[in-house]
Nanobody, 117 residues
Framework: QVQLVESGGNLVQPGGSLRLSCAAS???????????MGWYRQAPGKQREWVAT???????EYVDSVKGRFTVSRDNAKKTVYLQMNSLKPEDTAVYYC????????WGQGTQVTVSS
């Protein structure tokens, strides 16, 4: 069993920044570095949507709405992925989750990001 724990969410004003973390633990057998990992978000009343992906190679992809503002990174030794979010907008308000894009593990509780003045 793999557990995912997201953290770093907060209330922030428009234009502000946050750094989210997602720590993986459990039966990873030291192969976390081989997994592509993704960030997702779910706004109130909406379906969960994909935000960003980081491959084992370090290559990244982003949904158009966050390109140039968000940066995904990873620390394989810590089995952790990060999401640096800059120039936050009210429409970024959501619960943020991480997981594998395919063969996903059980979802964590997520971390709440609220962008409001």
């Amino acid at each position: 069993q793999v557990q995912l724990v997201e953290s770093g969410g907060n209330l922030v004003q428009p234009g502000g920044s946050l750094r989210l973390s997602c720590a993986a633990s459990g039966a990873l057998y030291n192969i976390f570095r081989g997994y592509t990992m993704g960030w997702y978000r779910q706004a109130p009343g909406k379906q969960r949507e994909w935000v960003a992906t980081i491959a084992s190679s370090g290559s990244t992809e982003y949904v158009d709405s966050v390109k140039g503002r968000f940066t995904v990174s990873r620390d394989n030794a810590k089995k952790t992925v990060y999401l640096q979010m800059n120039s936050l907008k009210p429409e970024d308000t959501a619960v943020y989750y991480c997981n594998r894009p395919q063969n996903s593990w059980d979802w964590g509780q997520g971390t709440q990001v609220t962008v409001s003045s």
